[in-house]
T-cell receptor, first 118, second 111 residues
Framework: GAGVSQSPSNKVTEKGKDVELRCDPI?????LYWYRQSLGQGLEFLIY????????KSGLPSDRFSAERTGGSVSTLTIQRTQQEDSAVYLC????????????????FGPGTRLTVT | TQLLEQSPQFLSIQEGENLTVYCNSS?????LQWYRQEPGEGPVLLVT?????EVKKLKRLTFQFGDARKDSSLHITAAQPGDTGLYLC???????????FGSGTRLLVRP
């Protein structure tokens, strides 16, 4: 089946503009994660959605960042009033509900959106 | 705040050589995953280790979880150019769904 897809693959925006990044998870995966990866760095957790539960937003770096997941499937990460330090690759991942036996907690990643704020 | 350290940060070797990369912390983990990331792509899961002292083999890759579940290593035998990539360790605390990603080891295998 299809993997996790993200769009756009690249986004260049001017400082101060808002951007929306989209993630289509694997069908049937109830858990969805957003991460940020700065150049040469590891992944920084941003937000986690699991089914109908309240999302874990503890990783969002500021109130300029928000995310929603509609219908338990597609997710959108929104960054308002972008700053140059927001430049990074934004990765989305999905998984079956974590903690399931048989490797249900494997996270499948999309290719990412490379955001450049000029 | 727990400290997760991966070493070395960068490794450039000749095809056919062996190598080991490390993931260390002062915290105890319930499990640990290793991912490989190639340029322009998302990370891909290689293995999950759960039990202290556990050793798993995936072709030429050998993964070990420390007895105390605070560290892990990845050994590659006879490295090939296709092994080139960023190797990330991602431990999990308790039963949390959160993975903590290290900054990774960037491996370059020269033909």
């Amino acid at each position: 089946g299809a993997g996790v897809s993200q769009s756009p693959s690249n986004k260049v925006t001017e400082k101060g503009k808002d951007v929306e990044l989209r993630c289509d998870p694997i069908s049937g995966h109830t858990a969805l994660y957003w991460y940020r990866q700065s150049l040469g760095q590891g992944l920084e957790f941003l937000i986690y959605f699991q089914g109908n539960s309240a999302p874990d937003k503890s990783g969002l770096p500021s109130d300029r960042f928000s995310a929603e997941r509609t219908g338990g499937s597609v997710s959108t990460l929104t960054i308002q009033r972008t700053q140059q330090e927001d430049s990074a690759v934004y990765l989305c991942a999905s998984s079956l509900a974590p903690g399931l036996a048989g490797g249900g907690d494997e996270q499948y990643f999309g290719p990412g959106t490379r955001l450049t704020v000029t | 705040t727990q400290l997760l350290e991966q070493s070395p940060q960068f490794l450039s070797i000749q095809e056919g050589e062996n190598l080991t990369v490390y993931c260390n912390s002062s915290s105890v983990f319930s499990s640990l995953q290793w991912y490989r990331q190639e340029p322009g792509e998302g990370p891909v899961l290689l293995v999950t280790v759960v039990t202290g002292g556990e050793v798993k083999k995936l072709k030429r890759l050998t993964f070990q979880f420390g007895d105390a579940r605070k560290d892990s290593s990845l050994h590659i035998t006879a490295a090939q150019p296709g092994d080139t990539g960023l190797y990330l360790c991602a431990p999990r605390m308790d039963s949390s769904y959160k993975l903590i990603f290290g900054s990774g080891t960037r491996l370059l295998v020269r033909p």
